[in-house]
């Protein structure tokens, strides 16, 4: 007889705004771009504003067509001064735009917290994954920071070729850690992606949900990086067969 809830023995989780953060974030590199290009939009309103833009973005996203395309990211740019009240820019507004965008600096941060997490975790018996959807340099990026050795799987679209919701990029991490659907939790940031993804390729899912974009999720969800390590620290320590 198969048991209907087997214990969690993996625990998947996304990178992007879930382990790792840009600093500045992409909302403080768009405003000070804006700024720079003579567009005079509130700082305070900034993250407001980025809500519908994230929509119209993700249903752009979930039918394959991403920020990288100019054509979505200048409709984006468009959906936000409409929340500011702002005319869309022209080519050359656009231009100067994207291009003082693409110089702003940033660099990528680990969650401080992360890696005592997954040590953890580790020590708990768990085997860990990662399902984010990255460039080929996502290993090289996880080895500077110290999160390759706590891995068992790492997914990543651009060698998988697919991203999410899409479920072939779960099952990559399944195969590669040796855990079946029903044993395995996944986190990340965006329903639409992580929890849909997850859910389509048999997993249970967890909302990092810092943003406060879907406060009625029907799933455990967390609104600080501390809800979520302490639900994780909570699971039943695995027991080895
Ligand atoms: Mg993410």
């Known amino acids: 007889m198969t048991n209907?809830?087997?214990?969690?023995?993996?625990i998947f989780l996304d990178i992007g705004d879930t382990l790792v953060f840009d600093s500045p974030s992409q909302i403080d590199r768009v405003h000070q771009a804006a700024v720079a290009c003579?567009?005079?939009?509130?700082?305070e309103k900034m993250s407001a504003a980025f809500r519908p833009v994230e929509d119209y973005a993700l249903g752009r996203y979930v039918q394959g067509e991403t920020q990288d395309d100019p054509r979505v990211a200048r409709q984006c740019m468009d959906v936000?001064?409409?929340q500011f009240g702002a005319e869309a820019l022209d080519d050359e507004g656009w231009e100067n735009?994207?291009?003082?965008?693409?110089?702003?600096p940033f660099t990528r941060t680990l969650r401080p917290e992360a890696l005592e997490l997954l040590s953890d975790l580790k020590e708990r018996g768990f085997k860990i994954g990662v399902v984010s959807d990255w460039t080929i340099d996502l290993e090289t990026l996880l080895t500077e920071m110290g999160v390759r050795p706590y891995l068992d799987a790492l997914a990543v679209s651009d060698i998988v070729g697919c991203t999410k919701p899409d479920p072939r990029i779960f099952e990559d991490a399944l195969a590669q850690a040796g855990v079946s659907p029903s044993e395995t939790i996944h986190i990340g940031d965006f329903f639409e992606l992580d929890v849909a993804g997850a859910r389509a390729a048999g997993l249970s899912a967890g909302l990092f949900d810092w943003r406060g974009r879907t406060p009625d999720a029907d799933c455990p969800r967390f609104e600080t990086f501390d809800e979520m390590a302490a639900y994780l620290?909570?699971?039943?320590?695995?027991?080895?067969?």
């Open 4 to 10: 209907p809830n087997p214990p969690i023995q993996a």
């Open 80 to 82: 936000l001064l409409e």
């Open 233 to 241: 620290r909570a699971l039943p320590a695995v027991v080895k067969g």
């Open 38 to 43: 003579g567009l005079d939009l509130e700082h």
């Open 97 to 104: 735009l994207s291009t003082a965008y693409a110089e702003a």
